[in-house]
């Protein structure tokens, strides 16, 4: 629940500003006439999340097993690319978004058509819900679709409403930024672990070579196949279950924060070590960055010159 919630916490927040900034930017300009048709694009955007998790839900039973961890593998890796898209998006576009969204309303307002506003509620919606719902759908698989996964994200989804409205109305106030790169932190190592179990789901299904396939290394005396540096590559890496039990707390715990599981084979290790590295160290790079002061800054906190000549030495 607790990964869960800070999931839909995050997003659901991004979201309710995103709303919030559309709603403020149509009531200051005296256009809240056009307002319904904001909502229904927001709406529609919402429905298209729902319409998505329900079909992969669903319409996975009809499937064979092998087909449904293609499936899975395939859906978990569009929502790691989605995340990580969205992360940098938020960590370069952040401080710009204002003005993007009030720009969008200023263009579709000119045109004049109905569709025109319908559109932009909808992209600016569809984004966020799209990336939420694959991402729980892909953690909904991995804990064996446990009902406690949606009731954290329906939490921190409500919760990101109330906040948002507080935000709007002056009650509440949070530093964004802080609460941003936190939360991007948070998914960076969510999304390894989202990783690491299209790892495994596409190795079960054969697709990728691994524990289940003929190039699993195998002990020639039990027939088990290798673990440790003995099963690199695709060989388990480690297994860990008489240590930590595979549906105990801390199992769980891991599980749902950093995405560790007692069996994880090379692959899943190898996908989830490089996907930290190469995107947390690009996550963290992005963060000194935006600390350092921009030329335009640097310029204004620069000493100006003095307008007034000094005097020569034999001045008198």
């Known amino acids: 629940m607790f990964a869960t919630f800070l999931i839909g916490l995050r997003e659901g927040l991004e979201a309710a500003l995103v709303v919030g900034i559309l709603v403020a930017y149509l009531r200051r300009i005296g256009r ?82 109905l569709w025109a506003l319908v559109a932009v509620g909808f992209v600016s919606v569809a984004r966020e819900g799209i990336e939420t719902t694959l991402l729980l759908w892909s953690m909904s698989q991995t804990f064996g679709q446990d009902p406690t996964v949606l009731i954290g994200a329906a939490a921190g989804l409500a919760v990101a409403i109330v906040v948002g409205w507080m935000l709007a109305r002056g009650a509440l106030r949070l530093n964004l930024g802080t609460f941003f790169t936190w939360t991007g932190g948070f998914l960076v190592v969510v999304a390894a672990g989202v990783l690491a179990y299209a790892m495994m789901d596409l190795q079960e299904a054969g ?42 707390f801390w199992a769980v715990l891991l599980q749902a924060v950093v995405g560790f599981v007692p069996h994880m084979s090379w692959l899943q290790v190898t996908a989830w070590a490089l996907y930290i590295l190469i995107v947390g160290g690009l996550f963290l790079r992005g963060i000194r960055r935006s600390r350092l002061p921009s030329p335009a800054d640097a310029a204004k906190a620069a000493p100006q010159p003095s307008s007034i000549p000094s005097s020569s030495p034999g001045a008198a």
């Open 207 to 248: 697709v990728l070579p691994g524990p289940f396939s003929a190039m699993a290394p195998i002990d020639a005396t039990t027939g088990a196949v290798l673990t440790g540096w003995a099963g690199f590559p695709f060989g388990w890496a480690f297994d860990v279950s008489t240590v930590i039990a595979p549906t105990g």
């Open 32 to 113: 809240a006439d056009v307002l319904p048709r904001m909502w229904a694009g927001i709406g529609c955007a919402v429905a298209l999340a729902l319409g998505i998790g329900a079909v992969l839900t669903f319409g996975s039973y009809a499937l064979t097993s092998q087909a449904q961890e293609i499936l899975g593998g395939v859906f978990s890796l569009l929502a790691v690319g989605m995340v990580t898209w969205m992360i940098f998006w938020m960590q370069k576009a952040g401080r710009t978004m204002k003005a993007s969204l009030q720009g969008g309303i200023d263009r579709a307002l000119e045109s004049g058509t």
